[in-house]
Structure formats: structure tokens, C-alpha cells
């Protein structure tokens, strides 16, 4: 990546384009420049999760996939280039086979709430899937390698089970969603 910023407000994007790892310029409306945005967005939401409560084991492994985004980011800036390495991936299915082994099977679908760790959580997962497909747009009209596309899904799969974990904290448990069909039969008065 070589160059390291030295000056923050350059005044170069002020006509509504900005600049690749690779000196080019493009609209700041252009797919790859989405993909960015929301990959920074993701990384800057798991920055807020981190300011949460939570076991020092899930901390660390936040910290390491804050650096893997910043990682997938670069990537994303430079077309052709590889940032983001398959390990970064198999570590994801490591830590979604630990954690989510350690969690009961889910029997209904679950809302995206509970303590404010597991909701930060779920924001990450939400913001996790549209970066996603702000990637696969990417892929559509430029290469784009598979490993990010890849990442973000598994990321996203992972937040959630972190978001259940998470709920876990201090004796919580998920919330679970109630149908219209099972809010009435649940309810005496309604026959």
C-alpha cells in the first residue's frame, strides 16, 4: 500500500470523484467505491460493538477481523490487487464452529435485539450483508477475486451467532419472534 496519509483535507474530491490505491480516479458514485463505503461502515460499526461489555476471547477476535476489513478495503481500492488472504477466511469458519457449537439450536427465528452488545451485533451482520452485496455488484461489472465476497458472507453468519453470545452475557437469552398466527393462539382470549 506505500503511500500513508499526510494530509487529510486534499480538496481533490470536491468535483465528485475520488482516488484508487492505483492513482486512478472515479465517480464517487461507482460500484467499487460503494463496496468501500460499506466495508468502512461495517469495520466503523464493529468499532462501536467493541466499546460494549464483552468476553475477552470475542474482543480479540473483533480486533483481528477490524484488521481483515481494513485488509478487504484495500483490496476493494485497488482492482486486481490481493489484500485479504484465505486464512483470514478460515479462521471465520473456525471461530463460527466454536462459538456457534457452544450455543443451543435455534427452534424459531430470532429478532435482532437483547442487550446492547447482541443489537450492535445484529447491526454489524445487517450492514455485514448489504457490504456483501454492494461486492457482488462490484463482481458484476469488474473481477472482483472471491475471497471478499466469501469473507463478508461468512462475516455476517458469524456476527449473528456473536449477536447470540452476546445475548447469553450475564444469564440473557435470544428474543424470539412471534408470528401474527402464534401471538393469537397464545393469547387465552381468542379462540
Known amino acids: ?20 490505491g492505483d492513482n486512478t480516479r472515479v465517480s464517487k458514485d461507482n460500484q467499487r467505491v460503494h463496496a ?7 469495520n466503523s460499526h464493529i468499532g462501536v460493538l467493541l466499546c460494549e461489555h464483552m468476553p475477552n476471547d470475542v474482543r480479540a477476535l473483533l480486533v483481528e477481523i477490524q484488521h481483515q476489513l481494513f485488509n478487504l478495503g484495500g483490496e476493494l481500492s485497488i482492482p486486481g490487487f490481493e489484500l485479504l488472504k484465505a486464512d483470514a477466511l478460515l479462521a471465520l469458519d473456525q471461530a463460527l464452529e466454536h462459538y456457534n457449537g457452544a450455543l443451543p439450536k435455534l427452534q424459531e427465528f430470532i429478532l435482532p435485539a437483547g442487550n446492547r452488545a447482541a443489537s450492535q451485533a445484529h447491526v454489524c451482520r445487517t450492514v455485514a450483508r448489504r457490504a456483501e452485496r454492494a461486492v457482488v455488484a462490484l463482481g458484476a461489472v469488474e473481477a472482483v477475486k472471491d475471497t471478499p465476497r466469501q469473507y463478508l458472507n461468512r462475516l455476517s453468519d458469524l456476527l449473528f451467532v456473536l449477536a447470540r453470545v452476546l445475548n447469553r452475557m450475564n444469564g440473557g ?3 424470539y419472534w412471534k408470528s ?12
Do not use: C, F, W, Y
Open 173 to 175: 437469552d435470544d428474543v
Open 180 to 191: 401474527e398466527r402464534l401471538a393469537r393462539n397464545d393469547d387465552p382470549g381468542v379462540a
Open 1 to 20: 500500500m506505500g503511500k500513508r496519509l499526510t494530509q487529510i483535507a486534499t480538496r481533490t474530491g470536491d468535483d465528485g470523484s475520488t482516488g484508487l
Open 36 to 42: 468501500m463505503g460499506d466495508v468502512d461502515e461495517l
